[in-house]
């Protein structure tokens, strides 16, 4: 039969304006929390990750909220460029040593 | 600092036949684990090296297989090829083992016909 593709939620922002992307997880055992951003025939590029004693962490134009009550992970990137549209994924990792993935943010950043 | 490379970047294989994929890591890491992408399926884990040492594998039938040589590159295998196993096949490679901080690959196209 037809295989169906993942509905990939999608965010629009203007150029200059400050994008938040967020995720769900379900394991509330994992040790970290990870984002990436993944181009068009690329693979997924590390943008920052956040240890789960931690509900907040800064990188260049990069934050990282944790909130491990709701089980919600978000992504803020300050002044949106349009070098940062792509699809991004949040992934958690623990002691199995291995990544799970979120279902990924198409994000489009118009001009 | 060379990245992680995987070759080739695209194959078509017919049904049936088996595949060859190959990852080099960074230079230093010697976790290597693979991913499958698919629309359908998104991001799944497939398995993961140290040193040589298969320690976790993913969800998979045993037609997929791995191994990681001493200089810590790493093949994937996959046998007797399905239409459904048509993929992005991402490698990644860790320095610290533990799967955090993850550099990828750029994939290897494969298209099973």
């Known amino acids: 039969g037809e295989s169906v593709g993942l509905h990939l939620p999608t965010l629009s922002v203007q150029e200059g304006d400050n994008s938040i992307i967020n995720c769900a997880y379900s394991?509330?055992?994992?040790?970290?929390f990870i984002w990436y951003k993944q181009e068009s025939g690329k693979g997924p590029q590390f943008i920052i990750d956040?240890?789960?004693?931690?509900d907040k962490r800064q990188g260049q134009r990069v934050t990282v909220l944790l909130n491990k009550t709701v089980k919600h992970l978000s992504l803020q990137i300050a002044a949106t460029q349009p070098g940062d549209s792509a699809v991004y994924f949040c992934?958690?990792?623990?002691?199995?040593?291995?990544?799970?993935f979120g279902s990924g943010t198409q994000l489009t950043v118009l001009p | 600092k060379a990245g992680v490379t995987q070759t080739p970047r695209y194959l078509i294989k017919t049904r049936g036949q088996q595949v060859t994929l190959s990852c080099s890591p960074i230079?230093?890491?010697?976790?290597v684990s693979w991913y499958q992408q698919t629309p359908g399926q998104g991001l799944q884990f497939l398995f993961e090296?140290?040193?040589?040492?298969?320690?976790n594998k993913g969800n998979f039938p045993g037609r997929f297989s791995g191994r990681q040589f001493s200089n810590s590159r790493s093949e994937m295998n996959v046998s007797t090829l399905e239409l459904g196993d048509s993929a992005l096949y991402l490698c990644?490679?860790?320095?610290?083992?533990?799967?955090?901080?993850?550099?990828f690959g750029q994939g290897t196209r494969l298209t099973v016909v």
């Open positions: 990644a490679s860790s320095g610290t083992g533990t799967g955090v901080e993850a550099f």
């Open positions: 394991n509330s055992a994992s040790d970290y």
């Open positions: 956040i240890r789960s004693n931690m």
């Open positions: 992934a958690e990792s623990g002691s199995a040593r291995q990544l799970t």
């Open positions: 230079s230093g890491h010697r976790s």
């Open positions: 090296y140290f040193s040589e040492t298969q320690r």
